[in-house]
């Protein structure tokens, strides 16, 4: 009996894996957003055409990304690099590619606005913080958490 639990707490340590790599994606608070985006609004016009993205001020951490993927879905991410503590440097801009947000961090780590996940050789293994968008009618969407 004894050799048992011995033998499982031996396989227990072994298989699990402690990360100590310093990864840590949790700098970007919830910040409240009700945010109504009417894509007849000269504001948020390019949304009415898939593959745009447009950038919001004043929301979420740094902002918020839109980015229209078809007809009917409408995305909305933070703007803050989740991979750092929000400062000016990790507001993500338009990389000019349309569809890939930067960080103007010194790492300029690099997300797709399609699927909020990072690129290969980003500081951390983080996605982008995603907020959930309803369509409410008329070319009109309600963004919130």
Same mark, same amino acid.
């Given at each position: 009996?004894?050799?048992? *639990?011995?033998?499982?707490?031996?396989?227990?340590?072994?298989?699990? !894996?402690?990360?100590?790599?310093?990864?840590?994606?949790?700098?970007?608070?919830?910040?409240?957003?009700?945010?109504?985006?009417?894509?007849? *609004?000269? @504001?948020?016009?390019?949304?009415?055409?898939?593959?745009?993205? +447009?950038?919001?001020?004043?929301?979420?951490? !740094?902002?918020?990304?839109?980015?229209?993927?078809?007809?009917?879905?409408?995305?909305?991410? /933070?703007?803050? /690099?989740?991979?750092? @503590?929000?400062?000016?440097?990790?507001?993500?801009?338009?990389?000019?590619?349309? /569809?890939?947000? +930067?960080?103007?961090?010194?790492?300029?780590?690099?997300?797709?606005?399609?699927?909020?996940?990072?690129?290969?050789?980003?500081? @951390?293994?983080?996605?982008? @913080?995603?907020?959930? +968008?309803? /369509?409410?009618?008329?070319?009109?969407?309600? +963004?919130? !958490?």
């Amino acid at each position: 009996m004894k050799k048992t *639990l011995i033998l499982l707490i031996s396989l227990l340590l072994l298989t699990c !894996n402690k990360s100590d790599d310093g990864t840590n994606c949790n700098f970007l608070f919830d910040a409240g957003v009700n945010l109504t985006v009417n894509t007849n *609004l000269p @504001q948020f016009s390019q949304l009415q055409f898939t593959g745009n993205g +447009v950038y919001v001020s004043g929301q979420g951490n !740094n902002g918020i990304w839109l980015w229209r993927a078809n007809q009917s879905t409408l995305y909305a991410w /933070d703007a803050a /690099d989740p991979s750092h @503590q929000p400062t000016a440097c990790s507001t993500l801009t338009d990389s000019g590619t349309g /569809d890939i947000v +930067v960080c103007g961090c010194e790492d300029a780590n690099e997300y797709s606005l399609i699927t909020g996940f990072g690129f290969e050789g980003n500081t @951390q293994p983080c996605t982008l @913080q995603p907020y959930r +968008v309803e /369509d409410i009618g008329n070319n009109t969407f309600l +963004v919130s !958490n």
